[in-house]
Structures are given as structure tokens and as C-alpha cells.
């Protein structure tokens, strides 16, 4: 025969309770490390795709500095610009104030239409005329003939006009490749406290926003650009999480492609192009966020974990329980059999000589057998019990089932003990199956009687107390020590105080079952050597109106 090691028994639990929490433990690592990765991937990918963008960005600003420059002032013919066709050049003006909204005003000068506005510039705004600004127009004149000398195609100054504000570049046309004099000047002014902004609007915002638009993905990329002093030129200053940061230096003009045919010039400004995401930190969270369902699944594996751990408990002591109930049972039917036994034997082999003596032989093996029906009894409504008892829910008034239940059972023990009932009127009402509250006060009543002393007196009162209908068996026998009262519920649990009945201590868990069934409770009040009282409290119902009349309660099994 092989007997389990109680450690071996222990040891599967143990091994599952280390695998699921192993299990758990790495699917979390497994998770967390897929989630950083795919974190750092994404950082890496956005931070790439950023920095392209920003590079595109820096080259859109640097194509709205040099266009004017380069392209329309060079879009008339020399020739033309000659002839003095301003007609011409505003056509082209036109154009490039469309394109270039950061453009305050183009100019021009002629020699050929120098004679309209002598020593001056004029300019050409967004009304679509060439207009004079004597002040600034002679001003950029002046700056003209100033730089001249140096024989430069272009000329850049800052600070230009009466309130040393403007910007000014400017495209000189010289006669001969001598450079000794020149016959046309064209230009542009910019307004720096305006001009920045106007960088970004449309149609330049389109194209800005097509670039963003084709490098973002989810999440999607925003664009931030601040100015020398760190101040927002465009964007929003929570553009988020920034990926890529582009230093641009910002001059009014293409330095690059015409510093080396220039004199005068500009401050170069520090830029900073900032490309970002502000779902990024979401996207983030939202990464993190998918470690809700895994750590779900884990609490709800370590629930099923707990809950096996648990029924593994449970069944173990069903199992401990079995076997004490089937060594209690056969210890108790033991001391029955064996007198049965003894006493039928001495009759069998004819050794009784007295009619007394075979009277009272008589009288053990009636005792013996009623006590051996009484366990049986006691074990088949024990069993019962564990099996999921149906019972029969009816109204029922409580005083007229207690009042019945004590008539029947004092039936049997007329003369020996005196039974008193009290009820106060009819009532109260419950939602009971009747035999099984039958069977309970039935069992409380044998246990009256079979506890009970010298003074053989059993008081029951009915009465409802709030929202409970409560009966009170009390008797005036041995009593329950303190120490024992809880426990006298337990299943074969016997107070020593009545060792010398006989009993088996499954008459008040039965009582207990029965009652916390039908929502109520059982308890005992008790002092040793003076009496018992043990109360039974059920809910009360309100009777249904046809059942407003006491019930009249079928005669009920006395259990003992
Ligand atoms: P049994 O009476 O068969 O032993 P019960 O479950 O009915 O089993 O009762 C458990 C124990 O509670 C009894 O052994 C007894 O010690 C004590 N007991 C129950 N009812 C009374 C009572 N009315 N007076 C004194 N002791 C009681």
C-alpha cells in the first residue's frame, strides 16, 4: 500500500500556486518589454520623421527669403527695366506679394522715371500701385547711391526709414559690366515686427502643414518656431513633446546664395524650428494603458488561483469531516448493538430464570433499538440537510404552528412534564416551509426534555419583536456552560454538562440549518444547573390577504 507524504500533498498546490504567479510574473516582463521597445521605436521613429520635416520646414522659410529675391527681381528683362516698364514689373510685384505675404511692399527706381519722384524709390504695395513714401523712399535711395561705390549687385541694410524700422534689400542694375553706374534699382521692404508671422500664413501654412501632414503618422507631428529671443513666431507654445529641434539662421534674405554679391547686410538671427508631437506623452500613456488587460487577466488568474486553493481547502476538510462523521456515527452505534447483542444472546441460550428478569431484558432491547432508530433518524435528517433541501415556502401563522408543534409533542409525555404555552393573539406571520420549522422546535423541544433535571417544566412564548416573529424555549434543566454555548451548534459537539444524556450533537446544527435557511438565526441563553433558553427568531412577512386567517397546520412529526 503507498501512503502519501502529507508534504507530497501539499506539494502540487504549492507548485501551482508558484506556476500561475511565475506565469503571471513573466507575461508582465514580456509585456513591459515588448511595450519599451515598441516606446523606444516610436521615440526613434518620430524623432526621424521630425527632423525631416524640420529640415523641409527650413527649407520652405529659406524659399520665401530667396524668392523674392532671386526670382522677381529678375523676372523683368534688363532691357525692359531700361525702357522704364513698370508696368511690367508691378505685374510681377503683384505676383509675388500674393506669394510672399511677409513682403511689406516691393520698390523700383528708374533712371528713366526718375523725373516722377526725383532721389527717391517708390513702392509698390498691395494696392496694386506704385506709390510714393518720400521719407522711406529717399531714405533707401540714399542707401543706394551710398553702396554704389562698391559696385555690389545687391544691397541689404536694417533700420531704414523714420522710425529706423524696415528692412531693405535691394537689387542694383548696373549700365556695363564696369559697374559705374546703374539705371534701375529694384527692391523690397519688410516690417521685422511683422514680417516674421507673416512668414506662415497661407499659402506658405498649406505647404507647412503638407509637410507636417506627410511625415506624421499616429501621433501626429506639430510645428513650433520661435525667434532669436525664444519667443513663438509660429506654433503654439504647448506644441508637447518636442522630437527635433533645427537651429535656422534667419536673415530677411537668401545670405547663401547672394552674400558674396553684396554690401551692407543684416544681424543673422538664431531661429529655432521645433517639430514635435503633442499626442506623443498620450500615445505613450496609451502604450501603457494595454497593460490593463494583461494585469487583469493575472488578478483574475490569481482569483481562479485562490478560489481552486480554496475548494482544494474545502474538500480536504469535507473529506476530514467524512471520516470523523463515519467514526462518530459507528462509535455511537456501537454501545446499542453490543447490549442488543449481549441481551438477545443470554435469551437465546434460555439462561434468564425470572419472569423479571426477561421483562427487563425485554426492556434493554426495546431502549437499545429506540436508541439505535433515534441516530438513524438523526443521521437521515443530517444527510438531508447536506443534500440541498427543497423547501416548501408558505405564509404561516408562527403562534398557531408553535401552539400545534408543542400540543403534539407534549402529547407523548403527558403527566411527566408540563408544557405552557404563550401567544399573544394570532400571529406573527412568516414565509416558511412548515416542516422544516417543525422539525426545528421539535428538536429544540426533545432537547428541553431531555436536559431537563428534577424540574420538568417547559415554558414557549411566541412574540415579534420589530421585523422578527421569535419563539423562546425555555427550560429548567441542566443548563450550558458559557464556554460551550457557541459551540453546541458545531456538528458532535456535546457540552459536558450533558455527557450523561444520550445524543449524538447533530440536533442543534440541524436546528441551525433550518432556521438560517429561512433567513433567521438560533441562539441560547443560558445559566448551568438553573436552565436553558434557546430562541428562535424568523423574519416576518405580511401574510397575503386570503391567507389572513390562522393556517391551520397539518398534525407535525415529532422528531426525538
Ligand atoms: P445531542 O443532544 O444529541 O447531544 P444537540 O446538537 O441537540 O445534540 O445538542 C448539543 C449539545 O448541546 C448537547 O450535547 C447538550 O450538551 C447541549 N444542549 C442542547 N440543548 C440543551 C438544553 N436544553 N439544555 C442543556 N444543554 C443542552
Redesign the pocket.
Known amino acids: 500500500m503507498s501512503v502519501t507524504h502529507p508534504l507530497w500533498r501539499v506539494r502540487p498546490l504549492v507548485l501551482a500556486i508558484t506556476a500561475t504567479i511565475g506565469a503571471a510574473v513573466l507575461v508582465l516582463y514580456f509585456q513591459y518589454r515588448a511595450i519599451a521597445t515598441l516606446e523606444s521605436q516610436t521615440k526613434v521613429i518620430v524623432r526621424q520623421l521630425s527632423e525631416q520635416a524640420a529640415t523641409e520646414i527650413a527649407g520652405e522659410l529659406h524659399r520665401a527669403l530667396a524668392g523674392p529675391v532671386i526670382d522677381t527681381m529678375t523676372a523683368v528683362s534688363q532691357p525692359d527695366l531700361r525702357a522704364g516698364r513698370f508696368d511690367l514689373v508691378a505685374q510681377e510685384y503683384a505676383k509675388a506679394l500674393a506669394a510672399y505675404p511677409h513682403v511689406d511692399r516691393f520698390l523700383a527706381w528708374s533712371a528713366r522715371r526718375e523725373i516722377n519722384a526725383p532721389g527717391e524709390v517708390v513702392f509698390f504695395g498691395r494696392d496694386g500701385h506704385f506709390a510714393r513714401d518720400a521719407t522711406l523712399g529717399r531714405a533707401v535711395f540714399e542707401l543706394a547711391r551710398k553702396h554704389a561705390p562698391a559696385q555690389h549687385i545687391f544691397i541689404a541694410a536694417e533700420g531704414i526709414g523714420a522710425q529706423k524700422r524696415h528692412q531693405v534689400l535691394l537689387r542694383v542694375f548696373w549700365n556695363d559690366a564696369k559697374r559705374l553706374d546703374y539705371f534701375a534699382v529694384l527692391g523690397l521692404v519688410l516690417d521685422p515686427q511683422t514680417s516674421p508671422a507673416r512668414l506662415f500664413e497661407p499659402p506658405r501654412l498649406a505647404r507647412i502643414n503638407a509637410i507636417l501632414a506627410r511625415h506624421s503618422g499616429e501621433p501626429a507631428l506639430r510645428l513650433r518656431v520661435l525667434d532669436e529671443r525664444g519667443k513663438v513666431v509660429f506654433g503654439n507654445a504647448d506644441a508637447g513633446q518636442i522630437s527635433t529641434r533645427l537651429p535656422f539662421p534667419m536673415l530677411f534674405y537668401p545670405a547663401e546664395e547672394i552674400q558674396a554679391r553684396m554690401s551692407g547686410g543684416g544681424e543673422m538671427r538664431t531661429w529655432q524650428i521645433e517639430v514635435g508631437s503633442p499626442e506623443m506623452a498620450g500615445a505613450m500613456s496609451g502604450m501603457s494603458q494595454s497593460y490593463w488587460p494583461t494585469l487583469v487577466s493575472v488578478a483574475l488568474m490569481l482569483v481562479a488561483l485562490g478560489l481552486t486553493v480554496q475548494a482544494h481547502r474545502r474538500s480536504a476538510e469535507l473529506a476530514e469531516m467524512q471520516t470523523d462523521f463515519v467514526a462518530h456515527v459507528s462509535h455511537q452505534l456501537k454501545t446499542p448493538l453490543s447490549l442488543l447483542s449481549a441481551a438477545t444472546e443470554t435469551l437465546q441460550l434460555d439462561r434468564v430464570r425470572s419472569p423479571e428478569k426477561l421483562s427487563e431484558y425485554l426492556d434493554t432491547i426495546h431502549a437499545e433499538a429506540g436508541r439505535l432508530s433515534h441516530l438513524v433518524q438523526?443521521v437521515l435528517e443530517f444527510s438531508r440537510m447536506q443534500q440541498d433541501r427543497r423547501y416548501e415556502l408558505e405564509y404561516v401563522d408562527f403562534g398557531a404552528l408553535t401552539r400545534e408543534t408543542v400540543d403534539a409533542f407534549a402529547l407523548g409525555l403527558a403527566g411527566q412534564f408540563t408544557f405552557s404555552v404563550d401567544i399573544d393573539g394570532p400571529g406573527p406571520y412568516v414565509h416558511v416551509d412548515p416542516a422544516a420549522i417543525e422539525q426545528a422546535l421539535a428538536?429544540l423541544l426533545d432537547?428541553?426534555v431531555?436536559?431537563s433535571d428534577t424540574i420538568k417544566e417547559i415554558a414557549v412564548r411566541v412574540r415579534n419583536d420589530h421585523h422578527w416573529a421569535i419563539v423562546e424555549i425555555a427550560?429548567r434543566?441542566?443548563?450550558?456552560a458559557a464556554a460551550?454555548q457557541d459551540r453546541?451548534f458545531d456538528r458532535f459537539?456535546?457540552?459536558s454538562?450533558?455527557l450523561h444524556?444520550p445524543?449524538?450533537?447533530?440536533?442543534?446544527?440541524i436546528v441551525r440549518e433550518l432556521v438560517e435557511a429561512h433567513g433567521g438565526r438560533v441562539d441560547v441563553t443560558?445559566v448551568p444547573g438553573a436552565g436553558?433558553t434557546?430562541r428562535i427568531s424568523l423574519p416576518q412577512a405580511n401574510p397575503p390577504v386570503i391567507a389572513a386567517s390562522p393556517r391551520s397546520v397539518e398534525s407535525p412529526e415529532a422528531v426525538s
Do not use: C, E, T
Open positions: 438523526r428538536n432537547n428541553a431531555k436536559y427550560d434543566g441542566v443548563g450550558v460551550d453546541i459537539y456535546r457540552a454538562s450533558g444524556r445524543g449524538f450533537g447533530l440536533g442543534l446544527p443560558s436553558s434557546f
